[in-house]
């Protein structure tokens, strides 16, 4: 009976540090930086393609970056241009010309919703499907 209560009182101490996979990166714990102050760095990956019709053009694109990221990330941001591709449900092979979007900022709630926000904005404005985010814990130092 003892090794039992040993046994289970060892399983839900195990269990105590568990997490929902639901859990936000952002939300993650701040890395423990030696250098520079945590933060978090999401690139977000915009697809150039419209369902139908023309690509976005490099002038939709800076009006977009000019309208409504700069106004969210005043602090700064660093735009990519980069060449996507993914296996789509038909079993084929897409590629897209796209822009990636950088942003170093503050876990916080202003941030987040900044960064949805743009999701948001680009989707409706330009019929996409899907704004892709990548978030990951960062040390930065100026």
């Given at each position: 009976?003892?090794?039992?209560?040993?046994?289970?009182?060892?399983?839900?101490?195990?269990?105590?540090?568990?997490?929902?996979?639901?859990?936000?990166?952002?939300?993650?714990?701040?890395?423990?930086?030696?250098?520079?102050?945590?933060?978090?760095?999401?690139?977000?990956?915009?697809?150039?393609?419209?369902?139908?019709?023309?690509?976005?053009?490099?002038?939709?694109?800076?009006?977009?970056?000019?309208?409504?990221?700069t106004p969210r990330f005043k602090d700064g941001l660093t735009?990519?241009?980069?060449?996507?591709?993914?296996?789509?449900?038909?079993?084929?092979?897409?590629?897209?010309n796209s822009k990636a979007l950088m942003l170093i900022h503050a876990?916080?709630?202003?941030?987040?919703?900044?960064?949805?926000?743009?999701?948001?904005?680009?989707?409706?404005?330009?019929?996409?499907?899907?704004?892709?985010?990548?978030?990951?814990?960062?040390?930065?130092?100026?």
């Amino acid at each position: 009976m003892t090794s039992r209560v040993i046994t289970f009182s060892l399983l839900l101490l195990a269990l105590s540090g568990c997490t929902s996979p639901s859990r936000q990166v952002s939300q993650a714990a701040a890395p423990v930086c030696t250098v520079g102050d945590a933060m978090t760095q999401t690139t977000l990956y915009f697809g150039l393609n419209r369902p139908h019709g023309l690509a976005i053009s490099a002038a939709e694109w800076q009006t977009f970056v000019d309208a409504e990221v700069t106004p969210r990330f005043k602090d700064g941001l660093t735009v990519f241009s980069a060449q996507g591709q993914w296996l789509g449900n038909d079993g084929k092979l897409a590629r897209e010309n796209s822009k990636a979007l950088m942003l170093i900022h503050a876990t916080d709630k202003t941030s987040e919703q900044g960064i949805e926000a743009l999701r948001a904005i680009y989707k409706q404005r330009f019929a996409q499907e899907s704004v892709m985010r990548v978030d990951a814990p960062a040390c930065v130092a100026f």
